[in-house]
């Protein structure tokens, strides 16, 4: 079983529908979780982390958590054509040895006109 | 406030040559970690250092890879005599020591190195 798992998609959403990226994880210990957004040829962005059990909002992105279920989601409202990329979900099992982030293999979404 | 450099941004190197990847954070951070992405693979953790120690490297293939953080300088990955399987794109995150961003990694523009 992996770690963080991911659908690879691709989704497609038409502009200006919500957009649903789900992941979820193994390990119970996960502390912290996170959600970067990688355009092709890219370096991985950070949009959202999330700490606590429910609702995390910034803009036209929400993340939710549910660790009871080991369940990660990001919703993007009014999807643009920008908005197209693979969507990585993170995870970081705080340890002696530092911080280091467990990725999913992320979703490829695409926004269509 | 120039965010997290890496260079060169592409690297040839032929089977059998050294491969030097230069990683500098962020101003104000002191922690430093390396992904490997493969192609059609996810980001893959590597290893994590602060200045003059390596604190995690258990991602880290067991030959021909090594990695430092000086007091001066960048952070360095350095791999050894490459093979082909070495191609891939390289990133380089820093985060800081303290504060409310602490666990929050920010990504550099990656290295990606082929191995002809």
């Known amino acids: 079983q992996k770690e963080v798992e991911q659908n690879s998609g691709p989704l497609s959403v038409p502009e200006g529908a919500i957009a649903s990226l789900n992941c979820t994880y193994s390990?119970?210990?996960?502390?912290?979780f996170f959600w970067y957004r990688q355009y092709s040829g890219k370096s991985p962005e950070l949009i959202m982390f999330i700490y606590s059990n429910g609702d995390k909002e910034d803009g036209r992105f929400t993340a939710q958590l549910n660790k009871a279920s080991q369940y990660v989601s990001l919703l993007i409202r009014d999807s643009q054509p920008s908005d197209s990329a693979t969507y990585l979900c993170?995870?970081?099992?705080?340890?002696?040895?530092?911080?280091?982030?467990?990725f999913g293999t992320g979703t490829q979404l695409k926004v269509e006109l | 406030n120039a965010g997290v450099m890496q260079n060169p941004r592409h690297l040839v190197r032929r089977r059998g040559q050294e491969a030097r990847l230069r990683c500098s954070p962020m101003?104000?951070?002191?922690?430093v970690y390396w992904y490997r992405q493969l192609p059609e693979e996810g980001l893959k953790f590597m290893v994590y250092?602060?200045?003059?120690?390596?604190?995690?490297e258990s991602g880290m293939p067991k030959e021909r890879f090594s990695a430092e953080f000086p007091k001066e300088g960048p952070s360095i990955l350095r791999i050894q005599q490459v093979v082909r399987g070495d191609s891939a794109a390289y990133f380089c995150a820093s985060s800081p020591s303290l504060g409310a961003n602490y666990n929050e990694q920010f990504f550099g523009p990656g290295t990606r190195l082929t191995v002809l």
């Open positions: 390990d119970r210990g996960s502390q912290s």
């Open positions: 101003k104000g951070h002191s922690h």
């Open positions: 250092l602060q200045k003059e120690n390596i604190i995690d």
């Open positions: 993170a995870v970081i099992h705080f340890t002696g040895g530092g911080n280091k982030l467990t």
